[in-house]
Each structure stands twice: as structure tokens, then as C-alpha cells.
């Protein structure tokens, strides 16, 4: 079965610089969800996109931003990195039409901040 | 604030003990998932518990829903080295936006 893809999946940027992170989620799927987690730390939720549209937002600092795609892909781009930045960052989806709120990881995308 | 808390934070286990984790929330919440994380992976989903007396088993793993408590507890039967991971409870105050505990550390010893 097809699952949630992310790409990249390892990322190294110097401080100031931007990234942009990408989720392709299941196929069928509506809705899109960010996390991030820093080493030894559980995931924070970051934001999440319904049908294209901002669902909910987290703790996401104001030099991210997000958005859904008409074919419901989802980027997260990132400026100013910053050192404490590093983590993995995770793209889940799930089918909130179908009343199916379970939420598919994908693998993560390492990115690590110099 | 919705606050999870999950306890114990660590457990070194014996093969074929049974032990307990578990996961307290502080408000009403819509539903709890578990998740098992191994290092450096993503998070593989175990359950979805949508309502009070909630109980699911998979394996050796059963997880159960208290709302009225709002607890659930994750039990492990007769463990064995392949659970050795990190467990998370996550809770939902509203569609999607998950709050997780701090996760525990489990370690499965021969």
C-alpha cells in the first residue's frame, strides 16, 4: 500500500539559510499534518491542512510557513534557520472526509542546521 | 493547555514479564492514539481509541481507554526483545491536532 513520502529525506543547511521540506501524502487522503522532533523529545505539532485549507496551527515559529497543493501535496519552508532548528520533521495524512482521523507518518526529513 | 503525561518514562523489562504504561490527559479529549517509535524511524501507529471502555489488542499489546478517568493504559504481555522502542500516547482536543506525552523508553531484556 502507499504510504506518506517525504522528501528530502536528510538535509544539512548553515544557520540563516532556507529550506523547503516536502509530503506527498497517501493517495484519497485530505488532510496533511507537521511535526517536528528534536533529539530525544517527543513530536510537536506544527500545522495542519484540510482540503488546501490551514486546519490547525501548533507551535510553529513565524519564520515557517506551510501550504497544501492542489494535487494535496504540502510543503514546509523554512527561513532564518537557526542551530536549534535541527530535528526531524514529520508529514503525516489522514482521510478526515471518511471520518478516518488515524494519522500515517511518513519516514521524516533529518534536517540538521550548522 | 492540554497536558499529557505518560509514566514510567523508562522500563527495562524481563522477556515474558507483563508491565504497564501509562497516560494520563487533562481535558476532555475527542480521541487517543499510541504510537511506537523506533530510533531514528518514524512513528508507527498502533491504536486509535475513539470512547470510554475502549479496548484493543494486538499481539502482545493492549491498550485501553478510560474517559471519565482520562486514562489509558498500554499492558504488555509476556514482552519480548522485538517491543523494545519508544511508546508515545498522543491525545486530540479537536480533529488533528495532537498533543503527545513525553514517550517511554522501553527495554526488553533477555
Known amino acids: 500500500a502507499a504510504g506518506v513520502i517525504q522528501s528530502p529525506r536528510h538535509l544539512i543547511k548553515e544557520k540563516r539559510e532556507t529550506a523547503t521540506l516536502k509530503c506527498y501524502p497517501i493517495p484519497r487522503h485530505d488532510t496533511v499534518y507537521w511535526y517536528q522532533q528534536g533529539p530525544g523529545q517527543d513530536p510537536q505539532f506544527l500545522i495542519s491542512f484540510y482540503e488546501k485549507m490551514q486546519s490547525d496551527k501548533g507551535s510553529i515559529p513565524d519564520r515557517f510557513s506551510a501550504q497544501q497543493f492542489s494535487d494535496y501535496h504540502s510543503e514546509l519552508n523554512m527561513s532564518s534557520l537557526e542551530l536549534g532548528d535541527s530535528a526531524l520533521y514529520f508529514c503525516?495524512?489522514?482521510?478526515?472526509?471518511?471520518?478516518?482521523?488515524?494519522?500515517?507518518f511518513g519516514p521524516g526529513t533529518r534536517l540538521t542546521v550548522t | 493547555e492540554l497536558k499529557v503525561e505518560q509514566n514510567p518514562l523508562f522500563l527495562s523489562m524481563q522477556e515474558g514479564k507483563n508491565y504497564t504504561i501509562y497516560c494520563n490527559y487533562s481535558?476532555?479529549?475527542?480521541?487517543l492514539y499510541w504510537y511506537r517509535q523506533d530510533p531514528g524511524k518514524s512513528l508507527e501507529s498502533l491504536f486509535v481509541l475513539l470512547s470510554n471502555g475502549a479496548v484493543k489488542q494486538e499481539g502482545r499489546l493492549m491498550a485501553s481507554l478510560d474517559t471519565k478517568a482520562r486514562l489509558s493504559t498500554l499492558h504488555i504481555t509476556a514482552a519480548v526483545h522485538d517491543l523494545s522502542a519508544t511508546y508515545f500516547c498522543?491525545?486530540?482536543?479537536?480533529?488533528?491536532?495532537?498533543?503527545f506525552g513525553d514517550g517511554t523508553t522501553l527495554t526488553v531484556k533477555p
Open positions: 498522543a491525545v486530540d482536543i479537536h480533529a488533528g491536532k495532537s498533543t
Open positions: 481535558t476532555t479529549s475527542d480521541r
Open positions: 503525516a495524512s489522514s482521510s478526515r472526509l471518511a471520518g478516518d482521523y488515524e494519522q500515517y
